[in-house]
């Protein structure tokens, strides 16, 4: 099975996929169990992008688990 993500536009403000690689540059580690879940972080960031207009957000891994 194949999974693609369209992009849309990124976040400007305080992400938690920012702060992850903040994190990832300075410490060499990271808060997501694997990669996957980086980047269903960050195509929850740009949903909230696009239909809420949110530059800042903070993605639960309670919505991180529920993308499939």
Known sequence: MVTIIIKDGNPKGTTRTG?????????????FKDE??????????????????????RVTARLINQVK
């Open 19 to 31: 702060t992850e690689n903040e994190l990832n540059h300075t410490w060499g580690t990271s808060s």
């Open 36 to 57: 996957g879940d980086k980047d269903k972080c960050a195509f929850i960031e740009r949903k909230l992008k696009k239909h809420l207009g949110a530059d800042n957000s």
